[in-house]
């Protein structure tokens, strides 16, 4: 097949009709298959791949907006281009056929040139949709990546490589950290006062801190003009507040200025979403480092006993077969005596040194309690591309003898040889198998995805929550999910807690989900087993 051919399946009952499209998408290099009606045009699509389908409305045996509905109901065709050809050419019967989903539409007698041309277009516009998805998670990848990677030792240094790395996103204006502190929030970075403009780290005098703690009480919310002026001096464009936290509790505030797209910028997603995208990996990096700073964090000694003395337990989320509503799997999640958040936990183990001790320890923990779980369940636990390739993993993967075991690595993570990593993996044996968890806060995970063929994928909460009412997002999901089925993966959905965003999900053909709606966590002994 040549680069440029289009695979074109006509739909037509009249058999002149389809001989005469047929020859001219023949002459034109593309590859044109006929069929006479709609049961089997369906049949057809079952087994065979075609870019751009032509469908006649009226069939012998279906309408075609019946043909439509069913292909749109299917994962695999649910955004394959369709060209709707219609005897009328009505306004009512064009409206019925592009509510069904049709892309497109032409009237009969149709202009052979015409026919071509939108075809051609179609495929085209597809491309375009393909390559506008692919270079947005690119672009969010790098920048989840950066920001995952900021290593400095103090919570103002890293605050100011934060601040430096969002404000390069073209619609971000200005960018601000303001640590909130009981007596009176101050700002620890900031970009300026223009567009690139000024040096991070500019202490100003912002608004009170029970209004910016309102605004993000509300879902990370626009604040006032007037309280934007007095935040972030000359802004003109919308501030949006963001929660930055650390075990649960809003440590500081991220302000954000946006500005329109710049002239010919086409992206599908609003800066903000792209910001509250990527909060979890800057909860990570700043949440510890500012608890830190009011003489909060952990001390070494502090580490050493929660791991010696085992001051944590797991509970188990169950995982979801969305299509029949069976568990099939459970995440394994860590929880400290102390109520300490499980990400700070790490977070600050890791900073230690004692990063690896503290994951072993949970996932031994983990592995024993994880008998009394249903054995044809799988259960999938954390660990570190550090953890993997560690060595320390076979003994008590061996030991454990449980046949479906998952190994998840955070998409926050940063991982420099993909290789070791796979090989390590590979040592533990057959019934291991590896999961890209985090999926979607800032799309690190496409690289990981790519480098690693995980066998599962799991989306971010932030991706699904509201997620019925969010088109752009349903859009891209719907890419991601053909993007690791085509990599032999099976996408997760993390974080259901409502039937819409449970509908939604089945939908768009996500194959299996967790969350509150579906399963609370829980300790092993109240799931059940033999």
Do not use: C
């Not at 183990?349 to 923990?365: K, R, T, V, W």
């Not at 990981?448 to 995980?454: F, K, T």
């Amino acid at each position: 097949m040549g680069s440029s051919e289009i695979r074109v399946l006509v739909v037509d009952d009249d058999a002149a009709v389809r001989r005469v499209v047929v020859r001219t998408l023949s002459r034109h290099g593309h590859a044109a298959t006929e069929v006479a009606d709609g049961e089997g045009a369906l049949a057809l699509i079952d087994q065979q791949d075609f870019d751009v389908i032509l469908l006649d409305q009226g069939l012998p045996d279906l309408p075609g907006t019946e043909v439509l509905r069913r292909l749109r109901e299917a994962r695999p065709t649910a955004t394959v281009p369709v060209i709707l050809v219609t005897g009328r050419g009505s306004v009512p019967e064009r409206v019925e056929g592009l509510t069904a989903g049709a892309n497109d539409y032409i009237v009969k007698p149709v202009d052979l040139d015409e026919l071509v041309a939108r075809v051609e277009a179609q495929v085209r516009g597809r491309d375009a949709w393909w390559t506008e998805v692919a270079d947005s998670l690119s672009e969010r990848a790098a920048l989840a990546g950066a920001l995952a990677s900021i290593d400095e030792p103090g919570a103002a240094d890293a605050a100011t490589r934060v601040v430096e790395l969002l404000v390069q996103v073209p619609e971000l204006r200005r960018v601000a950290v303001v640590d909130l502190t009981p007596v009176l929030p101050v700002a620890i970075a900031d970009s300026g006062e223009g567009p690139r403009a000024g040096a991070p780290g500019r202490r100003l005098h912002p608004i009170g801190g029970a209004e910016l703690r309102q605004a993000i009480a509300t879902r990370n919310g626009p604040i006032s003009t007037q309280s934007a002026q007095r935040l972030l001096p000359g802004a003109t464009d919308t501030v949006t507040v963001f929660g930055v936290e650390d075990r649960g509790e809003v440590v500081a505030a991220l302000v954000v200025e946006t500005a329109p797209a710049p002239s010919g910028r086409t992206s599908g997603r609003h800066a903000d979403a792209a910001v509250a995208d990527l909060l979890p990996v800057i909860d990570r990096v700043l949440g510890p480092l500012i608890r830190a700073d009011r003489g909060l964090g952990a001390s070494l000694a502090d580490l050493r006993s929660v791991i010696d003395g085992r001051l944590f337990g797991p509970v188990f989320q169950p995982i979801v077969d969305l299509a029949t509503n069976e568990v099939v799997g459970f995440e394994a999640l860590t929880r400290f005596d102390d109520g300490t958040a499980p990400a700070t936990r790490f977070t600050q183990a890791a900073h230690l040194g004692l990063g690896i001790d503290l994951e072993l320890a949970a996932l031994e923990a983990a592995l024993e309690q994880s008998r009394l779980l249903p054995p044809d369940a799988y259960v999938s636990y954390n660990a570190s591309a550090d953890l993997i390739q560690s060595g320390r993993l076979a003994v008590p993967l061996e030991a454990a003898d449980r046949s479906g075991v998952v190994l998840e690595i955070t998409e926050h993570e940063r991982i420099d040889d993909y290789d070791a990593v796979r090989d390590a993996v590979a040592s533990l044996g057959e019934h291991v198998r590896l999961s890209v968890d985090d999926a979607g806060s800032g799309w690190a995970s496409l690289r990981h995805v790519l480098s690693l063929r995980p066998d599962f994928v799991k989306l971010d909460r932030s991706w699904i929550h509201e997620l019925d009412r969010d088109l752009a997002r349903q859009a891209l999901v719907l890419g991601i999910g053909g993007f690791v089925e085509q990599m032999g993966g099976r996408v997760v959905g993390e974080g259901i807690e409502t039937e819409p965003e449970l509908v939604t999900l089945r939908a768009l053909g996500i194959h299996s989900g967790q969350g509150f709606y579906l399963g609370r966590p829980a300790p092993a002994g109240e799931l059940g087993g033999d």
